[in-house]
T-cell receptor, first 108, second 115 residues
Framework: GIQVEQSPPDLILQEGANSTLRCNFSDSVNNLQWFHQNPWGQLINLFYIPSGTKQNGRLSATTVATERYSLLYISSSQTTDSGVYFCAVLYNTDKLIFGTGTRLQVFP | ETGVTQTPRHLVMGMTNKKSLKCEQHLGHNAMYWYKQSAKKPLELMFVYSLEERVENNSVPSRFSPECPNSSHLFLHLHTLQPEDSALYLC??????????????FGPGTRLTVL
């Protein structure tokens, strides 16, 4: 089956710093989503991005489907950005396969 | 608020109990999903319902029994669970066209502890 790997597994930042999270996948996919899971477990949709670049405030994402990776950029990080970031790929039209996540901690 | 609600948010049950988890979506979607998130493991897809028919059962033990009475409601019936079933159970919904699913939206989850 398809493998979805995220890096780094853990990231510690000071408030105001920028960061880049990476998602690699081992096969062609139909789509890709980025999520933020807050400390209470809620998965919050960040981007639905099969290819190209999208921006939403301080966050942006780029997916290069032909090279099988996606990047999530967080600029000017805030303590509320803390949590776990997941990418998930849509495989075989009906399966959303999740990566292992990047745990981000932002300190004041 | 994602438009997907789950109840209860927390549940503690013994191994001999029977309980049910409920999920409701207010997004007009036609596909619903149950996922399990255990500590230190990626989210695992358990069940998929598309147009109220089960289309996926990811080798889930029979002590988990899903029910989808209509496109807005999804249940997960639990009986004779094991302590290793303790996890966060997440419901999601999406719009699906000819089997191709679109963006999924998740509920807040039910944190289940089995004693």
């Amino acid at each position: 089956g398809i493998q979805v790997e995220q890096s780094p597994p853990d990231l510690i930042l000071q408030e105001g710093a920028n960061s880049t999270l990476r998602c690699n996948f081992s096969d062609s996919v139909n789509n890709l989503q980025w999520f933020h899971q807050n400390p209470w477990g809620q998965l919050i949709n960040l981007f639905y991005i099969p290819s190209g670049t999208k921006q939403n405030g301080r966050l942006s994402a780029t997916t290069v489907a032909t090279e099988r990776y996606s990047l999530l950029y967080i600029s000017s990080s805030q303590t509320t950005d803390s949590g776990v970031y997941f990418c998930a790929v849509l495989y075989n039209t009906d399966k959303l396969i999740f990566g292992t996540g990047t745990r981000l901690q932002v300190f004041p | 608020e994602t438009g997907v609600t789950q109840t209860p948010r927390h549940l503690v049950m013994g191994m001999t109990n029977k309980k049910s988890l409920k999920c409701e979506q207010h997004l007009g979607h036609n596909a619903m999903y149950w996922y399990k998130q255990s500590a230190k493991k990626p989210l695992e897809l358990m069940f998929v319902y598309s147009l109220e028919e089960r289309v996926e059962n990811n080798s889930v033990p029979s002590r988990f029994s899903p029910e989808c009475p209509n496109s807005s409601h999804l249940f997960l019936h639990l009986h004779t669970l094991q302590p290793e079933d303790s996890a966060l159970y997440l419901c999601a919904s999406s719009y699906a066209v000819t089997g191709i699913i679109n963006e999924q939206f998740f509920g807040p989850g039910t944190r289940l502890t089995v004693l």
